[in-house]
């Protein structure tokens, strides 16, 4: 007989995990977008919602590249678990971080150039965590949901 721990799992649907540990380079993040775009067709996202993948992936990207990692030869990870419902992503680096409150909510009525990336990756996907220590690196994990009902 299967123990309830068994019989939970047997339930549980599939994830499909795909990792990537990717340069350091900007002609990357393109590659990204384009692995992105495959991997949400595949999941029956419809056009809007993978442009939004896109452009939010993008940003997470740049942010590793140009603030996270100091060093050129390092690389910085993205993984994408795809649930049934859901694209979850997560980019991340090894490099500098920074302190959680430098990333703040631009004030729109007064624009400055830069300070955007992350407000637009919290417009664009329906949940957004980010963790970030000085010296240790940062995490952003982003979630689009396949349907609208979250
Ligand atoms: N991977 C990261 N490593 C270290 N610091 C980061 C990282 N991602 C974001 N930050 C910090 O958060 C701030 C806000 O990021 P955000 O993408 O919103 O703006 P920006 O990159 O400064 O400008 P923009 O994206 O509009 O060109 C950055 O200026 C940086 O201080
Ligand atoms: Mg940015």
Redesign the pocket.
Known sequence: MLSVKEQMNMNKKCIDVIKLSVPNKPEYVSVIRLTASGIANRMGFDIEKIEDIKVAIS??C???I????CKEEAN?NVDFYSHEEKLVIS?Y?N????LNH???T?NLKEPK?????????RSLMDDVE?S?NNGK??V?KMTKYVGDDI
């Open positions: 940003e997470a740049t942010n590793a140009t603030h996270g990692i910085f980019v680096d490099g500098k971080g920074c430098n990333i703040k631009p150039e830069g300070g955007l990336g992350v407000f637009i990756i980010i970030s690196g940062t952003i």
